[in-house]
């Protein structure tokens, strides 16, 4: 591909964010960043940033912007000749505008699923800790109950997946987000999507990119929006 693209995908959790962006990676030959990744990578390194993260995730918190900011920027410093999607940043405004000072987004998707399908999804869900593999009873069950796939150990349902964290979960997810959706509205490059089933959604994606790539100037980072 001669010219970058850089696009970011944003959307509630059980709102199918991992699988298309799985697709796009695929479909459009996109490097996929997950902030997760990172993050469990960090962990996993003992680096000083990793060993912070860690302590706001063993006590069920947030990772704060300023530590998020400070793992990611470098990393997609870096990055300079390569086409990506981002997944998990950034979340807040504050990120956003972070990252505004170290590349420019050509597109973000967002992600509107209805709150009954997040929490029939999220009741269902299963997750491998130590990779984030994330299983669904309902349609991408793993193939020993409980057990993960590739490692075999076991898998766990995460507290804030159970229904009575739910609520206040979306709610949070929304009030976080629509700043950022309404900055990205605001530059002209912020397109949903709403619907129940991936499948149905992901070909509107799939036309939106095909359409996208094929007409978008190209991109640099270091370039930030006005």
Not at 20 to 47: D, M, P, V
Not at 54 to 60: A, T
Not at 177 to 195: E, M, N, Q, R, T
Request: hydrophobic share 35%; aromatic share 8%; proline share 7%.
């Amino acid at each position: 591909m001669a010219k970058l693209f850089r696009a970011a995908i944003m959307g509630p959790p059980g709102s199918g964010k991992g699988t298309i962006s799985k697709r796009i990676a695929q479909s459009f030959g996109l490097q996929y960043l997950s902030s997760g990744h990172f993050l469990r990578e960090a962990i996993a390194a003992n680096t000083e940033a990793g060993l912070t993260v860690k302590n706001y995730v063993q006590r069920g918190l947030l990772v704060p912007d300023h530590v998020m900011t400070r793992l990611m920027l470098p990393r997609l410093e870096q990055l300079t000749n390569m086409s990506f999607l981002l997944d998990g940043f950034p979340r807040t405004l504050s990120q956003a505008r972070a990252l505004n000072t170290v590349c420019d987004l050509d597109l973000v998707i967002s992600l509107n699923i209805p709150f009954e399908t997040l929490k029939d999804r999220l009741s269902d869900r299963w997750v491998h800790p130590a990779s984030g593999r994330v299983y669904n009873m309902g349609f991408n069950p793993p193939r020993v109950t409980g057990r993960d796939d590739v490692t075999g150990e076991p898998l766990i349902q995460h507290d804030d997946d159970k229904p009575e964290a739910l609520v206040a979960r979306l709610r949070h997810y929304k009030d976080v987000a629509k700043p950022v959706i309404d900055l990205y509205k605001s530059h002209g490059i912020l397109h949903s999507f709403s619907g129940t089933e991936t499948d149905r959604i992901w070909p509107y994606i799939n036309s939106l990119l095909n359409t996208k790539m094929h007409t978008h100037s190209p991109d640099a980072c270091h370039s930030p929006m006005p």
